[in-house]
């Protein structure tokens, strides 16, 4: 498989503190990715890093993107080129609606006027696939959204922009059973749909169980300690990662 994104020995500081050390990782076309390791480990520092978040400045090495270097394009750039990165902690917006709010995404993204009836019918198909109520749609971007429904709404996003790499950053916690299921269902469409590629951040197997790992790595104190197949994800929930740690 070709490489999809490329990062090589990337060190990121934010306010002057520095947080990852020397990254390298490598996520090939069509592949899926399981990203580890203890809270605070700068997991979702790297996948802000990845996709360009200003809050977060690289002092060394670079990012590749589908053979183009993007170590200091714009966040928006980035997503234009097909990166999407769902929030750990979605936002509000109070004054956006959700279709809205897609929809202008999508047109950005695309650079294309998308026709209204198109895109109902696109939001309703997506919105059914994950059991989301429509009425969801004219409602403010998140605003009074339980945790549950805000994941969706970021699964939602996934399947409307259909990204060439996909970031999810612990999509799946909170999330009760049934959710986690309809949240996979909705990783594996956008993966079968569009032959996309996967950085899933996770700490639970459940969201995994459905879906098949490619490589996992494990993040320590802003280093990858160790990488391996889809069993490392189920050796950390047996062992911890005490044994993976970072020697600083
Ligand atoms: P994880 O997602 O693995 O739990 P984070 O990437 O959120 O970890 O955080 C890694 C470390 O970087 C933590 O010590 C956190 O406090 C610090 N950190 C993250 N973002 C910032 C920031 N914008 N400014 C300063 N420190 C930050
Ligand atoms: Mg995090």
């Given at each position: 498989m070709?490489?999809?994104l490329?990062?090589?020995?990337?060190?990121?500081?934010?306010?002057?503190?520095p947080?990852?050390?020397?990254?390298?990782?490598?996520?090939?076309?069509?592949?899926?990715?399981?990203?580890?390791g203890?809270?605070?480990?700068?997991k979702?520092?790297l996948?802000?890093?990845?996709?360009?978040?200003?809050?977060?400045?690289?002092?060394?090495g670079?990012?590749?993107?589908?053979?183009?270097?993007?170590?200091?394009?714009?966040?928006?750039?980035?997503?234009?080129?097909g990166?999407?990165?769902?929030?750990?902690?979605?936002?509000?917006?109070?004054?956006?609606?959700?279709?809205?709010?897609?929809r202008?995404?999508?047109?950005?993204?695309?650079?294309?006027?998308?026709?209204?009836?198109?895109?109902?019918?696109?939001?309703k198909?997506?919105?059914?696939?994950?059991?989301?109520?429509?009425?969801?749609?004219?409602?403010?971007?998140?605003?009074?959204?339980?945790?549950?429904?805000?994941k969706?709404?970021?699964?939602?996003?996934?399947?409307?922009?259909?990204?060439?790499?996909?970031?999810?950053?612990?999509?799946?916690?909170g999330?009760?059973?049934?959710?986690?299921?309809?949240?996979?269902?909705?990783?594996?469409?956008?993966?079968?749909?569009?032959?996309?590629?996967?950085?899933?951040?996770?700490?639970?197997?459940?969201?995994?169980?459905?879906?098949?790992?490619d490589?996992?790595h494990?993040?320590?104190?802003?280093?990858?300690?160790?990488?391996?197949?889809?069993e490392?994800?189920?050796?950390?929930?047996?062992?911890?990662?005490?044994?993976?740690?970072?020697?600083?």
């Amino acid at each position: 498989m070709s490489q999809l994104l490329t990062i090589t020995d990337l060190s990121v500081s934010a306010e002057d503190k520095p947080l990852l050390h020397g990254v390298s990782l490598n996520i090939e076309h069509g592949s899926t990715h399981v990203l580890m390791g203890h809270n605070g480990a700068g997991k979702s520092t790297l996948g802000l890093a990845i996709m360009g978040s200003p809050e977060y400045t690289v002092t060394g090495g670079k990012i590749e993107f589908d053979g183009a270097d993007i170590t200091n394009e714009s966040a928006y750039e980035r997503a234009k080129r097909g990166i999407f990165l769902s929030f750990q902690n979605p936002v509000e917006i109070p004054g956006i609606t959700l279709s809205e709010f897609l929809r202008n995404s999508l047109e950005q993204i695309s650079g294309k006027h998308m026709k209204l009836w198109d895109f109902k019918k696109m939001l309703k198909a997506a919105m059914e696939l994950l059991n989301m109520d429509s009425s969801y749609a004219d409602r403010d971007l998140n605003v009074g959204f339980s945790g549950g429904e805000k994941k969706k709404a970021e699964i939602l996003q996934l399947l409307m922009l259909e990204p060439k790499l996909a970031i999810l950053d612990e999509t799946d916690s909170g999330l009760d059973v049934d959710a986690v299921k309809t949240v996979s269902q909705g990783i594996n469409e956008y993966k079968s749909r569009t032959g996309g590629s996967l950085l899933i951040i996770t700490h639970n197997t459940k969201i995994l169980e459905s879906l098949a790992v490619d490589k996992t790595h494990i993040l320590s104190a802003g280093k990858i300690v160790s990488e391996g197949g889809a069993e490392l994800v189920y050796d950390v929930i047996e062992n911890g990662f005490d044994r993976y740690n970072s020697k600083e």
